[in-house]
């Protein structure tokens, strides 16, 4: 079975500097994708970026990248010029390649953003 | 376009009741996912719609659980005997297709209290 462990429950980072969420996974397959989310205090999960297991090149979504290490089967979320609208939950995600299937959630890691 | 709704927002009920929530998808999204969410954990996975049929009912914990999707769009999650345990928030997620690759629209979920 597939497991995602996020081993950090809170982060904090100062308005303007940037900020690391860690991120490790384990699976037998090799087309998969992994994904992060943000979930604010509305409880909507929103997708913050995506990465096929495919693609060597890190995804990059504006201030948010990643550092995907398919070896060490490690996907940390990187944002940069962090934000206070950036606060909130941040979850980790792993998705079997193939036909559609489920999102298996890591524990999440709560991030706060100070000025 | 509008997004997924879920209904109601919250609910409260005593043990041993029963309730329905409802998810209405994104119009056009063939696959429908249930997910639970306990305080303090990421979601985990109940069921997976492709149409009317559940591709994937692995994540339901009991027979106390049970979800429809009669005409391929709107979904209802019951839960018989409510119990304690129960209580978390119930998500809702619908995707465009069944391709892996395709991304998760989440709704606000329904925050179920059991007393």
């Known amino acids: 079975a597939q497991t995602v462990t996020q081993s950090q429950p809170e982060m904090s980072v100062q308005e303007a500097e940037t900020v690391t969420l860690s991120c490790t996974y384990d699976t037998s397959e090799s087309d998969y994708y992994l994904f992060w989310y943000k979930q604010p205090p509305s409880r909507q999960m929103i997708l913050v970026i995506r990465?096929?297991?495919?693609?060597?090149q890190n995804a990059t979504e504006n201030r948010f990248s990643v550092n995907f290490q398919k070896a060490a089967k490690s996907f940390s979320l990187k944002i940069s010029d962090s934000q206070l609208g950036d606060a909130a939950m941040y979850f980790c995600?792993?998705?079997?390649?193939?036909?559609?299937?489920?999102?298996?959630f890591g524990t999440g890691t709560r991030l706060q953003v100070t000025l | 376009g509008a997004g997924v709704s879920q209904t109601p927002s919250n609910k409260v009920t005593e043990k041993g009741k029963y309730v329905e929530l409802r998810c209405d998808p994104i119009?056009?999204?063939?696959?429908l996912y249930w997910y639970r969410q306990s305080l303090g954990q990421g979601p985990e996975f109940l069921i997976y719609f492709q149409g009317t049929g559940a591709a994937d009912d692995s994540g339901l914990p009991n027979d106390r659980f049970f979800a429809v999707r009669p005409e391929g769009s709107v979904s209802t999650l019951k839960i018989q005997r409510t119990e304690r345990g129960d209580s978390a928030v119930y998500l809702c997620?619908?995707?465009?297709?069944?391709?892996?690759?395709?991304?998760?629209?989440f709704g606000n979920g329904t925050r179920l209290t059991v007393t």
């Open positions: 995600a792993y998705k079997r390649g193939g036909t559609a299937s489920k999102l298996t």
């Open positions: 990465q096929e297991a495919y693609k060597q």
């Open positions: 997620a619908s995707s465009l297709g069944g391709m892996s690759n395709s991304p998760l629209h």
């Open positions: 119009s056009g999204h063939t696959a």
